[in-house]
């Protein structure tokens, strides 16, 4: 998993990911039911964004899959970074299958309404989802918890190096709100008899999820782009490498994470060690109580020098 400051533990984001499928598969199928029976566009709505959920789902085990692979001669730093290029496809996803699907089929309700049938049931159903879905959404917390490190929930979505748990979160989050939404919907339109609340919601839906795959699309670009480890544990590993007897100062730290792992080149003065041979056993053990210390460093380039 992307490192994130310590908070006791490390995040699982294949279980995360695992429960949100288990919850939008059976979701979806509900739903599907449910607005086949009652003609609800705010449930049709619905339930095209749980299925866009599940193939999300599946795109980030595949990418997630995909970076375990390991270095080889033409990619020497491995390919993690595949898991970053499949949450992008998951955000690009729910902007398009889930949130525009939901804005176009919101205002083709309210320009031919439609009675919604059996409102009740779309409200089961409904209530339903918003009990699975909270499952998987108290999986997802659970998860995020472990790496939270006292931030809020906000500030932790936007410095983790966590791609998979942002997409997770934020399609929960989606979910969970635009549940409610449909549920309001639908609610209203039973009682008032008026169909343009189910079309109204249905819009509703569709742009709340389009302003959360945004969300999600802004922080995944930033580790395409390429971000090195969160401000704390570059303090951490800068103190830790300047508290070791063998270095005078570090001079230069760069680190870039490669999915689950990091690359960190450091350039540091060093103390006399009278010999070339000496030097280099100590930047050698340096190194490998730098890994000992930060297990999600794969690779690290130690050059000694006497200034930046």
Not at 96 to 124: M, R
Not at 228 to 253: C, K, Q, S, T
Request: hydrophobic share 55%; aromatic share 8%; proline share 4%.
């Amino acid at each position: 998993m992307a490192s994130d400051p310590p908070a006791g533990g490390e995040a699982d984001s294949t279980r995360a990911v695992l429960l949100a499928l288990a919850a939008n598969g059976a979701i979806a199928v509900a739903k599907y039911a449910a607005a086949a029976l009652t003609g609800s566009g705010a449930m049709l709505a619905e339930a095209v964004h749980s299925t866009a959920d599940c193939g999300n789902q599946l795109l980030l085990l595949l990418g997630m899959k995909r970076s375990r692979r390991p270095p080889d001669a033409e990619y020497p730093l491995g390919f993690g970074k595949e898991t970053y290029f499949w949450s992008f496809v998951v955000a690009i996803m729910l902007f398009t299958v889930g949130g525009l699907f939901s804005i176009y089929e919101g205002v083709h309700k309210l320009v031919d309404p439609t009675p919604v049938a059996s409102p009740w049931i779309a409200l089961g159903v409904l209530a339903f989802s918003i009990v699975m879905e909270a499952f998987s959404m108290a999986g997802a917390l659970r998860e995020v918890r472990k790496v939270q490190a006292g931030r809020t929930l906000w500030r932790w979505f936007r410095s983790t190096r966590n791609a998979e748990l942002v997409v997770v979160f934020g399609e929960d989050l989606a979910a969970l709100l635009g549940l409610a939404l449909a549920f309001a919907a639908v609610a209203a339109a039973a009682l008032t008899g008026n169909a343009a609340y189910d079309a109204a919601g249905s819009v509703a839906i569709g742009a709340l999820l389009v302003a959360v795959a945004i969300a999600v699309a802004i922080e995944v670009k930033a580790l395409l782009v390429g971000q090195g480890v969160e401000a704390p544990v570059r303090r951490a590993m800068i103190d830790f490498l300047e508290a070791d007897a063998a270095v005078d100062a570090v001079l230069e730290l760069l680190t870039l994470h490669m999915g689950p792992d990091v690359m960190v080149a450091v350039k540091a003065r060093m103390r006399e060690h009278g010999s070339q041979a000496a030097l280099i056993d100590e930047i050698n053990r340096v190194e490998a109580a730098f890994k000992a210390r930060f297990p999600q460093t794969r690779w690290i380039f130690f050059e000694p020098d006497v200034r930046d």
